[in-house]
């Protein structure tokens, strides 16, 4: 398993982005996926995670009703659909995966690589 995070950038405050979690490898679709992200000065923190079929989504109370996890298994690709961003939401944003789905205590098997979002105000 190789992750590899795109689709980061500068957005203002009520803004969307979408982030992508694309594999290199043949097997993503064992995996559940999940996103964490770690602001300047802050301890990294569990966003959003899903099972190895992209069902039961699980979302940090922060961004439950603005962000959406999903899953294509075909593209080996995972998803975050980030809504009505604030400034708060700015961080360095980890895709990672795990054999038994990804929420936020669980042992995750593979980090990807970060992308940076930020939300201006």
């Known amino acids: 398993v190789q992750l590899q995070a795109s689709g980061g950038g500068l957005v203002q405050a009520g803004g969307s982005l979408r982030l992508a979690c694309t594999d290199s490898?043949?097997?993503?679709?064992?995996?559940?996926v999940g996103w964490f992200r770690q602001a300047p000065g802050k301890e990294r923190e569990f966003v959003a995670g899903?099972?190895?079929?992209?069902?039961?989504?699980y979302y940090a109370d922060s961004v439950k009703g603005r962000f959406t996890i999903s899953k294509n298994n075909a593209q080996s690709t995972g998803y975050l659909q980030m809504n009505s961003l604030k400034p708060d939401d700015t961080a360095v944003y980890y895709c990672a995966v795990s054999r038994g789905g990804v929420r936020p205590n669980s042992r995750v098997d593979y980090w990807g690589t970060g992308t940076l979002v930020t939300v201006s105000s």
């Open positions: 899903t099972t190895w079929s992209g069902s039961n989504p």
């Open positions: 490898g043949r097997t993503f679709s064992m995996y559940g």
